[in-house]
């Protein structure tokens, strides 16, 4: 398994942005489809984009569709989150998650086998 750990995160006022990194460890990196979720207080674990392993697929929350953008750079082993037009409902902790060979992006968190611990957005109104 590849070990993550998100950084970015922080409190942005509505209508702002952020973006969030994913560096993962270990020299497969490219071998590992990637997912970004968020988990806001007293809700579900949800799907926000994927990306796959070369950045060939693309998917997104119909919710985060138009204002966010993910990339990776596997030279750096590191997957991006660009957040723009932040609104107050894309509170929550962010998480990446990965997992080896799966083809393309999957929206179910059950599919990827390795996380990391998470980085809190908070977005002001």
């Known amino acids: 398994q590849v070990q993550l750990v998100e950084s970015g995160g922080g409190l942005v006022q509505a209508g702002g942005s952020l973006r969030l990194s994913c560096a993962a460890s270990?020299?497969?990196?490219?071998?590992?489809?990637v997912g970004w979720f968020r988990q806001a207080p007293g809700k579900e674990r949800e799907f926000v984009a994927g990306?796959?392993?070369?950045?060939?697929?693309?998917d997104y929350a119909a919710s985060v569709k138009g204002r966010f953008t993910i990339s990776r750079d596997n030279a750096k082993n590191t997957v991006y989150l660009q957040m723009n037009s932040l609104k107050p409902e894309d509170t929550a902790v962010y998480y990446c998650a990965a997992e080896a060979f799966l083809g393309y992006p999957r929206t179910e968190s059950a599919r990827y086998g390795s996380w990391g611990p998470g980085t809190q957005v908070t977005v002001s109104s």
């Open positions: 990306i796959g392993r070369f950045g060939e697929f693309t």
């Open positions: 270990g020299r497969t990196f490219s071998s590992y489809v």
